[in-house]
């Protein structure tokens, strides 16, 4: 079946410019992640999204960073007055339920340039 | 405050030598262990996932134990395909319901034919 997707696959910004960066998780998948990979760095958790429930945003860097989950299924992640601290490749992962071990699949990630 | 160490952090091998890769994790409770697999330029693709101390799961080439402490990935008679960098990561009690998984820096590996 389709895996985890990401649009768009990269993305060259303007630094103060905002972007939106979309995740279509597995179907049926209720959990859904965002994750940063920077240059050198290890994947950081961002936020994370369980149907309906209030998502986790323990691990958005600042308040420039914002996501949403429309509909249970689709998520977008937002990033305001992007700065150059902010290239990274962003990754979006689902999994069937969330913190019961349960696999996390992700998607090819996100590829943000920010000049 | 849990934590995931990989080493080495680049291994070189021969085709066909044998080896493994180490991840050390302190945690407060282990609800799982993954490991993944990331070529260059992609996402990361699940390998295996492991629960309690001697569990053991292999597929083709790999095999991935758990000890109470720390995860090996042994790579047997390795093919220049496996050239890739090797995740792991732990999913913790402490993180409530969430699940959300703390990741190692990553073991690169290169095979050399």
């Known amino acids: 079946g389709a895996g985890v997707s990401q649009s768009p696959s990269n993305k060259v910004t303007e630094k103060g410019k905002d972007v939106e960066l979309r995740c279509d998780p597995i179907?049926?998948?209720?959990?859904l992640y965002w994750y940063r990979q920077s240059l050198g760095q290890g994947l950081e958790f961002l936020i994370y999204?369980?149907?309906?429930?209030?998502?986790?945003k323990s691990g958005l860097p600042s308040d420039r960073f914002s996501a949403e989950r429309t509909g249970g299924s689709v998520s977008t992640l937002t990033i305001q007055r992007t700065q150059q601290e902010d290239s990274a490749v962003y990754l979006c992962?689902?999994?069937?339920?969330?913190?019961?071990?349960?696999?996390?699949?992700f998607g090819p990630g996100t590829r943000l340039l920010v000049l | 405050e849990d934590q995931v160490t990989q080493s080495p952090e680049a291994l070189r091998l021969q085709e066909g030598e044998s080896s493994s890769l180490n991840c050390s994790y302190t945690?407060?409770?282990?609800?799982?262990l993954f490991w993944y697999r990331q070529d260059p330029g992609k996402g990361p693709e699940f390998l295996f996932t492991?629960?309690?101390a001697g569990e053991e799961k292999e597929k083709e080439r790999l095999k991935a134990t758990l000890t109470k402490k720390e995860s090996f990935l042994h790579i047997t008679a390795p093919k220049p395909e496996d050239s890739a960098t090797y995740l792991c990561?732990?999913?913790?009690?402490?993180?409530?319901?969430?699940?959300?998984?703390?990741f190692g820096q990553g073991t690169t590996l290169q095979v050399k034919p």
């Open positions: 999204f369980q149907g309906n429930s209030a998502p986790d």
């Open positions: 990561a732990v999913q913790a009690e402490g993180s409530g319901n969430t699940g959300k998984l703390i």
């Open positions: 179907s049926g998948h209720t959990a």
């Open positions: 945690v407060s409770g282990l609800r799982g």
């Open positions: 492991l629960y309690s």
């Open positions: 992962a689902s999994s069937w339920a969330a913190g019961t071990g349960e696999t996390q699949y």
